[in-house]
């Protein structure tokens, strides 16, 4: 399919009235200094930190706005999940407004939607905040990149490792409220230099019976004098874990974590024909509208992201040149129309290389993360000739020829729930 549509006003308005997540950018104050940080010296592209504290007044504002929205979707009887995240800097630091958010969001008449409170932290705070987190049943995604020495580059403001208090407030959470912590806590380990998928993956698991997510490092946004530097904290997932003890041991119990595994499961999803997102594309057959080119999120169709000094994004990934709108002291400012043109203005930049990409239907490249993206002749990341996925699709079958197991369980464990 070559044609693509460009997206509208109508269908911002859609996805607010749908939102699935709000995520508020609580401070970006933070109490440790970890060097590969989004927000660290490596990158660029991002408001100076300037330890500010999202204030509630501008919160209310973007929440009364989008409750006007909720109520035109309201239908007696039915409750739609939406999560409310909070991001930071380190979100605990500022306790006072996420309380303030969440009394403010179940003061609101009812209107159809049910609010789930998730939170990312270093855990440094955990033992003064676990009481209310618990409470209010937050999904508590933890920071922590293993052992002493994995955990080396998240340091306070003294140059300390904070592997000490992070372990014995995740024990101490762990012993107080054990059911919380089996159903709602989860880890995320970023990949570097000074640990491993395997040392990460094993610490955690040992310890906490988790599975944690392994992130290996941004490579989007990079400053240019810190390329080099960059490299060299570096470390590529795949290459972590064919140094594995018993690689293909790991590789069973990652799963779909494992990248090779991940490749062959967008294979089957989007190449096969065999997999169908809804009931009536199986009965009816598939519609074949036109979507928007490149895998770039149509604004607010996961999430909306606020910043700490208003900017309103759609992910917190994206650079914050790209915002959206802006919460002033008094008002909303998001204007959609102009924020669907300057979306459309973005995507379709990239639409020559689109229209003749082998893979425009599995595609997943955010153009906001192509670095040169000002450049109208730059290149997508992503791009893949005929020729190019004619080599991934044998290497994909034959990787499920040595792993014939993998398609049912892939089936049965994540594409049909």
């Known amino acids: 399919m070559d044609k693509f549509r460009r997206i509208s006003l109508m269908d911002i308005e859609y996805n607010l009235m749908n939102l699935n997540q709000l995520i508020f950018e609580v401070t970006d104050a933070c109490n440790l200094r970890c060097k590969y940080c989004g927000y660290a010296d490596l990158y660029e592209g991002y408001d100076q930190r300037e330890n500010l504290k999202f204030p509630f007044h501008k919160a209310k504002l973007i929440i009364d706005y989008l409750y006007e929205y909720w109520k035109k979707q309201y239908c007696a009887d039915v409750n739609k999940p939406i999560s409310i995240g909070f991001y930071g800097g380190e979100p605990l630091l500022n306790v006072p407004f996420i309380q303030q958010v969440i009394d403010y969001l179940e003061s609101l008449n009812p209107i159809g939607k049910k609010f789930h409170y998730n939170m990312t932290t270093n855990a440094m705070l955990l033992d003064k905040y676990m009481d209310f987190l618990v409470e209010k049943e937050f999904r508590l995604l933890i920071s922590l990149d293993g052992d002493e020495k994995g955990q080396s580059y998240r340091i306070d403001a003294k140059g300390q490792n904070s592997f000490n208090k992070v372990f014995t407030n995740i024990q101490l959470l762990r012993s107080k409220y054990p059911a919380y912590f089996d159903h709602l806590v989860m880890f995320n380990s970023v990949l570097h230099n000074r640990n491993g998928v395997e040392s990460a993956y094993r610490f955690i698991k040992d310890e906490f019976g988790k599975e ?206």
């Open 212 to 417: 944690p997510a392994i992130s290996p490092l941004n490579n989007s946004g990079i400053r240019k004098d810190k390329v080099k530097e960059f490299y060299q904290t570096y470390q590529n997932m795949s290459e972590s874990i064919k140094k594995a003890t018993n690689c293909e041991a790991l590789k069973k119990e990652l799963f779909i974590k494992e990248p090779e595994t991940s490749a062959l499961l967008n294979y089957i999803h989007y190449m096969t024909g065999n997999v169908f997102d809804n009931c009536n594309d199986l009965i009816l057959g598939r519609t074949g509208i036109p979507n928007p080119p490149s895998g770039t999120c149509p604004p607010f169709s996961k999430k909306m992201f606020i910043t700490v000094k208003g900017r309103i994004l759609q992910c917190e990934k994206i650079n914050h040149e790209f915002a959206l709108g802006q919460i002033t002291d008094k008002k909303v400012e998001l204007d959609l129309e102009q924020a669907a043109q300057q979306h459309n203005e973005y995507i379709f930049q990239y639409i020559n290389q689109c229209k003749t990409c082998a893979v425009k239907q599995m595609c997943m490249q955010c153009v906001y993360q192509i670095d040169d993206i000002h450049d109208k002749t730059s290149k997508c990341n992503s791009y893949c000739s005929t020729k190019q996925h004619e080599k991934h699709k044998e290497y994909c079958l034959d990787y499920l020829d040595k792993h014939p197991e993998l398609y049912n369980k892939i089936l049965k464990n994540v594409v049909v729930r």
